[in-house]
């Protein structure tokens, strides 16, 4: 017994209490190992990560006028964005017009709601023109601009005949062309924009009938524009 307590303290002041070299070496390999571990498995699950996350996110490309179905976009669907965006060009300018030239309230009532509808409705046209990539018109139509004409040439009364008949008229046609794009356009962006444009010639449709000033002669010109079913 006191041989082997005199072993012990001979190892003790040769080692100064310290754990073998050879220990420490082992220990210190076995944490690198771990260590090289733990980097690879974060590596890998980073990696699964990612393409878990890039998985759920859309492919480019799939925005824009893709993703809008512009694939199914038919000539008639194009016509439609070209006259709704032609029809603000003239009634913004008519609805300014109304609010110095009108003799009538209900003139100047019906005046500011082209002003504001149109001024939405253009700026929709406008957005979905560009998602679908369907170039527009910076200017109305030749006949448009001549009825521009003719209301800066009219004043009080006679203006607000002529605005009635001209307005009404365009708006009654363009209603026609907006339930047949509505009822058959495979675009959702189409759909929308003329259901807008639905609700906002309509109004407009309205606030001009509340003038008292819509003739039959106006409605006979509607009338012989719509496509007789056979």
Same mark, same amino acid.
């Given at each position: 017994?006191? @041989?082997?307590?005199?072993?012990?303290?001979?190892?003790?002041?040769?080692?100064?209490?310290?754990? /073998?070299?050879?220990?420490?070496?082992?220990?210190?390999?076995?944490?690198? #190992?771990?260590? %090289?571990?733990?980097?690879?498995?974060?590596?890998?699950?980073?990696?699964?990560?990612?393409?878990?996350?890039?998985?759920?996110?859309?492919?480019?490309?799939?925005?824009?006028?893709?993703?809008?179905?512009?694939?199914?976009?038919?000539?008639?669907? @194009?016509?439609?964005?070209?006259?709704?965006?032609? %029809?603000?060009?003239?009634?913004?300018? %008519?609805?300014?017009?109304?609010?110095?030239? #009108?003799?009538?309230?209900?003139?100047?009532?019906?005046?500011?709601?082209?002003?504001?509808?149109?001024?939405?409705?253009?700026?929709? !046209?406008?957005?979905?023109?560009?998602?679908?990539?369907?170039?527009? /018109?910076?200017?109305?139509?030749?006949?448009?601009?001549?009825?521009?004409?003719?209301?800066? %040439?009219? *004043?009080?009364?006679?203006?607000?005949? !002529?605005?009635?008949?001209?307005?009404?008229?365009?708006?009654? @046609?363009?209603?026609?062309?907006? #339930?047949?794009?509505?009822?058959?356009?495979?675009? /959702?962006?189409?759909?929308?924009?003329?259901?807008?444009?639905?609700?906002?010639?309509?109004?407009?449709?309205?606030?001009?009938?509340?003038?008292?000033?819509? !003739?039959?002669?106006?409605?006979?010109?509607?009338?012989?524009?719509? /496509?007789?079913? *056979?």
């Amino acid at each position: 017994m006191m @041989k082997s307590h005199a072993r012990n303290a001979r190892y003790a002041r040769n080692s100064g209490g310290a754990f /073998p070299m050879s220990r420490v070496l082992a220990a210190v390999v076995a944490l690198a #190992a771990i260590v %090289a571990g733990v980097s690879i498995w974060m590596s890998r699950g980073g990696d699964e990560e990612g393409q878990t996350v890039a998985g759920n996110l859309p492919a480019a490309g799939n925005g824009g006028a893709a993703g809008a179905g512009a694939g199914g976009l038919t000539e008639l669907d @194009k016509t439609f964005l070209v006259k709704v965006r032609q %029809a603000g060009l003239w009634e913004i300018p %008519a609805g300014r017009m109304a609010q110095s030239q #009108a003799s009538s309230e209900a003139i100047k009532r019906a005046g500011m709601h082209l002003l504001d509808g149109h001024s939405k409705l253009d700026q929709l !046209t406008r957005e979905d023109a560009k998602a679908l990539n369907v170039p527009l /018109p910076d200017e109305a139509s030749a006949e448009q601009q001549g009825w521009v004409d003719q209301l800066k %040439a009219a *004043k009080g009364r006679e203006f607000d005949q !002529t605005f009635v008949d001209l307005l009404r008229a365009s708006h009654g @046609k363009i209603f026609i062309t907006i #339930a047949e794009v509505r009822a058959t356009t495979k675009i /959702p962006l189409i759909r929308r924009l003329a259901t807008q444009a639905n609700n906002t010639v309509n109004d407009h449709m309205e606030v001009l009938e509340d003038t008292g000033l819509l !003739t039959d002669a106006v409605l006979d010109d509607v009338a012989s524009t719509v /496509p007789k079913s *056979k």
